[in-house]
């Protein structure tokens, strides 16, 4: 059975798009004079992100009935458009580049409007080159990315130099690689649209806004880095996450007491004890000390204190979340439910994930794939069609 908007529904859909098509190459007006002097006209759609049937271009990610017409699942297009992101399966548009459209149109109009939002940004395109990369690709974010490939592709290094438009430290280890990498950050704020560079020159990182050379990076946004890292054994579990998340030990404890809150978190409480961190897990009752949690659950733990410090930073500021090496630690239920999540959008933030699986669960997101031939960074998409034609 198609899951159709109400009336009601598509009408605030339209509105919220201020009567504009959300697709970012396009922003037509849906509606104007009508043919006769006392009519008006629409060429608008409101179109379902997961699809109103079964069958549908980009499945129905799970949703109930009741979901797939919620507003929610709504995204308001012309026409014409609404054709083309259905072209394929939808193949090329996934649920998260079309979220992403949807967050950006809204945002424009709420700008334009002069009125509040409660999304402060959007990330919108990051051209990247040098170091292991060939030649020059753009990536454009959708509201949840997959950065996808072997080690030694360049993820990481793309992760670090997105975390270093505001780290210097972050972009050292990638100074003396050949030829040097340089980054351009496309974003969308609240004054206006900024483009920020940050480049090698002989030696020296240096930023340009707009094109200009630039002392520092005046923009206003937040970069929350996840990584990793192997730390040494006598640091305490706050200050082990604290590093992950790149934040200092007193910021982690003030985080522990609202991690819990995250929507869908996967931890139930938790206290700092003296130098140890309890935290009960949903599923587990019991509170337990960091220290004996196994691999997985502490880095759940983890990537719980990230998503808190972007969900308070999203309040106030463009925040991008960047989670290096994602899901290598989980099993496929934390990693579904993980990514069921992020793609969300009750977080007001986007997210950058970092995977090494090729047979990754993260269905309706923006996936690019690094390395393939000699270097270089490829919607996914693309390569769908590529092996396909060759089959
Ligand atoms: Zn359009």
New binding site residues.
């Given amino acids: 059975m198609r899951a159709n908007f109400s009336k009601p529904v598509a009408a605030v859909a339209a509105a919220r798009a201020g009567y504009r ?3 970012p190459d ?3 007006t ?1 509606i104007g004079p009508g043919a006769a002097r006392n009519e008006s006209a629409s060429i608008g759609v409101a179109a379902h992100i997961y699809s109103a049937a079964p069958q549908g271009p980009r499945g129905q990610g799970g949703l109930s009935g009741a979901q797939l017409r919620d507003l929610s699942n709504a995204i308001w ?2 026409q ?3 054709r ?1 992101v259905d072209a394929n399966r939808g193949d090329k548009y996934p649920p998260a580049v079309l979220l992403g459209y949807r967050d950006l149109r809204e945002f424009k109009t709420s700008c334009e409007m002069g009125d509040v939002s409660d999304l402060q940004g959007w990330f919108d395109e990051i051209v990247v080159g040098g170091a292991m990369l060939s030649g020059e690709s753009s990536i454009r974010l959708g509201k949840a990315t997959v950065f996808r490939g072997r080690n030694d592709s360049g993820k990481t290094m793309v992760c670090d130099w997105i975390a270093g438009t505001q780290s210097r430290e972050r972009l050292a280890r990638w100074r003396d690689s050949e030829p040097p990498p340089h980054l351009v950050l496309r974003m969308l704020h609240r004054a206006g649209v900024s483009e920020l560079g940050v480049a090698v020159r002989e030696g020296t990182i240096v930023y340009t806004l707009d094109g200009a050379s630039a002392p520092l990076n005046p923009l206003d946004y937040r970069i929350v880095y996840l990584r990793s890292t192997a730390t040494s054994m006598e640091e305490t579990a706050l200050d082990r996450i604290a590093h992950a998340v790149g934040i200092d030990y007193d910021t982690a404890a003030g985080l522990s007491s609202v991690i819990a809150q995250n929507p869908g978190s996967f931890v139930t409480g938790a206290r700092v004890e003296g130098d140890d961190l309890h935290v009960g897990l949903s599923g587990n009752g019991d509170m337990l000390p960091f220290s004996r949690l196994s691999g997985g659950e502490s880095w759940l733990v983890t990537i719980e204190f990230a998503l808190a410090l972007a969900v308070a930073e999203a309040l106030y500021r463009p925040t991008l979340l960047v989670i290096d090496n994602a899901v290598g630690s989980l099993d496929r239920v934390a990693t579904e439910r993980l990514v069921a999540r992020l793609s969300t959008p009750e977080f007001r933030f986007q997210t950058i994930v970092v995977a090494t699986d090729q047979e990754s669960p993260f269905f309706g997101w923006q996936l690019y794939d690094f390395g393939g031939t000699r270097g270089t960074i490829v919607p996914a998409y693309e390569n769908a069609q590529i092996s396909g034609n060759g089959s």
């Fill in positions: 098509c959300s697709h396009c922003g037509k849906t297009l012309c014409s458009c609404s083309i």
